[in-house]
């Protein structure tokens, strides 16, 4: 019985590429940095509203 060895893949190369940013979009970057700020924001404000309480 012979055996046939499956093609060799680099890791990640599905043929996909990654949709370009449209012109003027936040980076992904700059949205992971900005959804943390805002995160900070809110317990700020909630750790803020419970001393006020």
Do not use: D
Not at 36 to 42: A, L, P
């Amino acid at each position: 019985m012979a055996t046939t060895e499956l093609p060799r893949r680099n890791p990640g190369a599905s043929g996909r590429t990654p949709p370009k940013p449209q012109p003027g979009a936040p980076s992904r970057a700059l949205r992971v940095r900005a959804a943390s700020g805002w995160e900070k924001f809110m317990r700020r404000v909630e750790a803020r509203q419970e001393t006020e309480t």
